[in-house]
């Protein structure tokens, strides 16, 4: 395992995994996908993340997504590409990583095991057996709302001390849990936040973003004027880039099946719908269609 791993500084998207009507995998539209995100300056990609819906994919399925993602973007040079080898077990996990390891990823992302809930002890183990494996090195996704498990910045500090943990993905926006966070972990693991709080992330030091495949524009948008000094148009890219794609999150139902539909209409590609059970609101399209020309006309 390559433990002084540094993944790409900048936008690394996390891809929804197309489907077809049928649900069958839409093998040529996630082709699409990775290009399309590349092409608007993302530099790394993320295989079948949670938006990827890589819990509700067979083995096949989700090995064959790890397959066209890695491919595509080893077309061109320096890209990161990681997979989310996440299972509800570490057992699971390790089962993933192994697979991606061999196809040559760079890093695997991980969130706590989910569906019964943890404790620090067990979360800490899950995260050192996966190290120790030395598979892949290490993101840790932090995601409370589905794995049900809190990463508090006093337990990041102690998880990002575990040889192998190359980087932290962080979904909280609050700016206490984040400067406490970037204070425990010290440079010791590289932050990346959601495109809800780039700019906040910057400011603290972030590595950059792992970020929603229709969000990759803008927030690239925003990193490039942040990095001129233009801390203007960044703070302005930031306040439309959240009104365009308002606070849902997780908990919010139809969150899952909408972000298959703001995927589709932002980046021109069908995605198709998520897997049942899960749906999108009958008019997510055209709310999106009224908010995206403002976020665009500054970009």
């Known amino acids: ?39 608007n300056g993302a530099v790394g990609v993320v295989a079948a993340p949670s938006i990827g819906e890589f819990l509700h994919m067979n083995e096949a399925e989700r090995t064959k ?5 890695v491919e595509e973007a080893r077309r061109q040079p320096n890209v990161s590409a990681v997979a989310m080898t996440s299972g509800a077990t570490t057992l699971e996990t390790l089962h993933y ?29 899950h995260y050192k057996m996966i190290a120790a494996a030395g598979d892949l090195p290490i993101v840790i996704y932090h995601n409370p709302a589905l794995s049900k498990f809190n990463i508090s910045p006093k337990f990041a500090g102690k998880l990002a001390a575990i040889p192998g943990v190359a980087a932290f993905k962080e979904v909280l926006t609050d700016l206490q849990h984040l400067e406490a966070l970037y204070d425990e972990v010290d440079g010791r693991a590289d932050i990346y936040n959601t495109f809800r ?25 925003l990193l490039k004027a942040f990095k001129a000094g233009d801390y ?12 365009c794609f308002p606070r ?26 998520a897997r049942p059970p899960y749906m999108a609101p009958a008019d997510a399209a055209e709310r999106i269609k009224k908010r995206l020309p403002l976020l665009r006309e500054i970009l």
């Open 97 to 125: 990583a192994k697979i991606a390891a061999r196809m040559g990823y760079d890093a695997q992302q991980v969130i706590p095991p989910y569906y019964w809930r943890c404790g620090e002890a067990e979360v800490e183990r």
């Open 197 to 221: 709080a780039l700019l906040a992330g910057l400011m603290l030091g972030a590595a950059g973003g792992f970020i929603n495949i229709f969000a990759v524009p803008a927030s690239v948008a």
């Open 1 to 39: 395992m390559k433990s002084d791993l540094k993944l790409a500084h900048g936008v690394i998207a996390m891809l929804v995994t197309p489907f077809h009507d049928d649900y069958r995998l839409n093998e040529a539209a996630l082709r699409d996908e990775v290009r399309w995100a590349l092409a």
């Open 65 to 69: 997504v790890f397959e066209i993602v």
């Open 232 to 243: 203007k148009r960044a703070e302005e890219i930031q306040r439309r880039l959240n009104r």
């Open 248 to 273: 849902g999150g997780e908990e919010t139902l139809g969150h899952l099946g909408t972000t298959k539909v703001t995927a589709s209409v932002a980046t021109g590609i069908e995605m198709g719908p």
